[in-house]
C-alpha cells in the first residue's frame, strides 16, 4: 500500500516576495504622495489665514484709530494735520492716563505721558515721511495743555526683507517711537496707499463728496480757525474720508505666495464738526510802538511794531488776531481798519494810507476767541512831513 504524504512548506518563493515588495512600494508611494499634498495644502491654508489676519489687523487698526480724529481737540487745534500719499496725521483725544478725563477715546492709567497730551514748541516733531515739522504753536486750554495727542500712520519701505517693493505700516504717537502695525504690505498697482476725498459745495449749493488725490495736503496755519486758516491753507479743513488701498503678502518668496488686496474707504465722522469756543479772561495787552518809514518811492509811511501777547502761545493761548486802530489828529478812534492774524512772535505793519501834514496816532488790542479784547495799547503821535514846496 503506498501512502501520499503532504509535506507543509514554510516561507514564501522569490516571486511571492517581489510582488509583495513591489505591491508594497506602491503603497508606500500613494501614501507618502497624500501626506506630502495634505502638508502642502495645509502649509498653504496656515500662511493665507496669517495674510488675511495680516491684512485685517492692519486695517482696522487704521480705522479705529482714525474715526477718533477730531475728538477732544480745542478750538484752535486742527483735527487733520498732514495727509499724504503715505502718511496721514491727526489730532484727537485717543488716551489718557487720568481717571477723570472723561473726553478721551481710551484710559489708560499706565500711557506714557508724552502720548496722552498735545505736542507743544519744546517737544516738536517731524511728521514721519516728510520734512514738515509740527506744531507749530501750543494749544493750551487755560494753563493747560491739550489732551490732544497727534496720531501719525506711514508706510514705509522695509529694510529687513530681500524684497525691494514691501512696506510697513508704522503707528506714531506725537514724536514718540513708532510702532509697527503691520508688515508684508505691497502697494496696489498703479495706486497710491492713501487718497482722500473732500466735500465740495458747488454753485448749485448741492454739497458732494470729491476725490482730491493723494496730495500732500497740510494745515500750515498755526491756528485753526484763524485770520491765515483760510484758501489753500484751509484746504485740508475739507477733507471728509481717506481711501486706503495696499496688498499684503506672507512674507514668503515664490509664486505660492498668497497675495490679499485691501480696498477700503474711512470716514472721519468728526471732521468739520465746529469744537465750541470757550475762552477764559481778556487776553493781556501788548506794547505798540510807532515809526516814521521811508518807503523805496520816497514816500512816507508809518511803520507799526509789537511782540506777540504772552496769552498768544503761553498763558490762556486763545489769542486769534491783533486789531489796529487809526485817528488822525484829535479825531476819535472809530471803527478798527485793519486786523492781523495771530499765529508769528512778533508783528510788524507798513500803513502806507497816510496824508502828508497830518499826525497819527494808532492803538492795538489782542483778540481772543470769545471775541474779547486785551486794553488799547496807544503808540506816540506819527507826523507826517508835508511836502516841501
Not at 507618502?32 to 495674510?51: C, D, H
Not at 508809518?302 to 489828529?329: H, I, K, P, T
Not at 472809530?334 to 512778533?346: E, K, Q, T
Request: glycine fraction near 8%.
Amino acid at each position: 500500500m503506498i501512502t501520499n504524504r503532504i509535506r507543509s512548506r514554510a516561507g514564501v518563493t522569490l516571486l511571492e516576495l517581489l510582488v509583495a515588495l513591489v505591491v508594497g512600494a506602491i503603497i508606500m508611494q500613494i501614501a507618502l504622495s497624500f501626506f506630502a499634498r495634505q502638508g502642502r495644502s495645509f502649509s498653504s491654508g496656515v500662511a493665507a489665514m496669517g495674510t488675511m489676519q495680516n491684512a485685517r489687523f492692519a486695517i482696522n487698526t487704521m480705522e479705529k484709530d482714525v474715526r477718533t480724529m477730531g475728538i477732544g481737540v480745542l478750538a484752535s487745534q486742527p483735527s487733520l494735520v498732514y495727509a499724504g500719499p503715505d502718511v496721514i496725521a491727526f489730532n484727537a483725544n485717543y488716551a489718557s492716563n487720568l481717571s477723570t478725563d472723561l473726553n478721551a477715546v481710551y484710559v489708560d492709567p499706565s500711557a506714557p505721558a508724552g502720548q496722552v497730551e498735545a505736542a507743544t514748541l519744546t517737544t516738536r516733531f517731524t511728521i514721519p515721511m516728510t520734512s514738515t515739522g509740527y506744531p507749530d504753536g501750543n494749544y493750551n486750554d487755560g494753563a493747560s495743555n491739550s489732551p490732544a495727542e497727534t496720531i501719525s500712520f506711514f508706510f514705509q519701505p522695509d529694510p529687513t526683507t530681500t524684497r525691494t517693493d514691501d512696506f510697513v505700516l508704522y503707528r506714531q504717537v506725537n514724536g514718540t517711537t513708532p510702532a509697527v502695525v503691520a508688515r508684508n504690505l505691497l502697494k496696489s498697482a498703479g495706486q497710491q496707499f492713501l487718497e482722500y476725498m473732500a466735500v465740495e459745495v458747488p454753485s448749485d449749493a448741492a454739497t458732494r463728496m470729491v476725490t482730491l488725490g493723494s496730495g500732500p495736503y497740510r494745515h500750515s496755519a498755526a491756528l485753526h480757525g484763524g485770520g491765515q486758516d483760510a484758501g489753500a491753507a484751509a484746504k485740508v479743513d475739507s477733507i471728509r474720508a481717506v481711501r486706503v488701498r495696499f496688498a499684503v503678502t506672507s512674507g514668503t518668496a515664490g509664486p505660492a505666495d498668497p497675495v490679499r488686496t485691501v480696498d477700503r474707504t474711512i470716514r472721519m465722522p468728526n471732521a468739520g464738526i465746529s469744537v465750541r469756543n470757550v475762552c477764559g479772561d481778556a487776553p493781556q495787552g501788548v506794547a505798540l510802538g510807532a515809526s516814521l518809514v521811508s518807503l523805496p518811492d520816497g514816500t512816507k509811511a508809518v511803520r507799526l511794531a509789537w511782540s506777540a501777547s504772552v496769552d498768544e502761545n503761553s498763558g490762556e493761548a486763545d489769542v486769534l488776531r491783533y486789531v489796529v486802530w487809526r485817528r488822525a489828529g484829535s479825531l476819535p478812534l472809530g471803527d478798527p481798519f485793519v486786523s492781523i492774524p495771530a499765529g508769528g512772535g512778533s508783528y510788524t505793519y507798513v500803513d502806507q494810507a497816510v496824508e502828508p501834514g497830518t499826525a497819527y496816532q494808532y492803538a492795538v488790542a489782542a483778540q481772543d476767541c470769545t471775541p474779547a479784547r486785551s486794553s488799547q495799547s496807544f503808540s506816540a503821535s506819527v507826523p507826517i512831513p508835508a511836502p516841501v514846496p
